[in-house]
């Protein structure tokens, strides 16, 4: 899906979203092709003159040399050609902006801007993310790669904080909904971290997947089974009562979402004080609780699916002033554990296994 927006500030913001879905689809065909090409390469440079080949792997190094790549992205941006930035773009990227948008864009964006500090850093499903704040605060960059570090998608945007409500957390202190190695998703307080974070609503919510080898699932990306998460036991993260229960919502098939029914099958539980925990994309029919429950933290509540406004599976997980995702406010969470920095692109271990 792509975009062009303009920004409060009077630059273009240049945005590509990448949600899961298309994380999802870069895997597969790509690397084959990769293995495919290195064979022929291969089986061909036993028949080349050494010194042909030895040019060859000089020219291949310089062309190493001078690719953009994560770590000297920025710099780039900074100091070097945007043109080479441009032509190292996606088909997609390219068709979503020209070289001359790109650099009137850029250029009027970097302004003013001295220094960029490193925001996140994630690794997941062939995809290389990073995101960049200037020495403001109030300019970000984030930028997706490939595995051949072609940039595949590129967002700059101003950034807003909000640090009154970042700073007021719950009364109730939660466990971890969840047992077991969790990679974070979506978390953080700035919009590159944490995409909900323009969202009153859902300002401090999480979306965590289960991750091996840097892929959330293994084999077919199509069938919901080949998700790590998908499945998991969920279990109530505090005492409380629970005032809602979806559990006839259908799991969607990876990569199609249900826009109708955005958080699926969900558990709401009251736990006092104003603050309601909502779990939500609950797999369908395997809710554990119904309304009016009275359930201890630990207690199992479902399993983790894909249903909702979902592409696979996660959980998707919050805790607000009301019990309606929509328009209650969403409040900063106060963990047991405070060891574990729950923000995107790092890991947390959940209860024990």
Known sequence: MHERLRGRKGWQLIVVALGTCVLLSACGTTESS????????????????????TNKEETNIAEENAMITPDNFIDTLMNGSKEDLYNQMSPELQEAISLDEFKTSTDSFMEGVTSWEPVTEAKLNNLVERSWKDQTGTKGIQAYFTKDHQISGLMIQPLEMHEETDKAFTKTEFQFPVKGKWFVFWGGNDVMSNYHYAHETQRYALDIVRTQEDSSYQGDAAVNENYYAFGEPLYAAADGTVVEVKNDIPDNTPGVMNAEEPAGNVVVIDHGNGEYSITAHIKEGSVAVKTGDKVKQGDLIGQLGNSGNSSEAHLHFQVSDGPDLFTSRSIQIRWADQSQVLTRGNTFQGLPE
Request: charged letters at 20%; a negative charge; hydrophobic letters at 30%.
């Open 34 to 53: 990769g293995q495919r090409e290195q064979s022929s390469a291969e089986q061909t440079s036993s028949a080349v003159p050494a010194a042909e080949v």
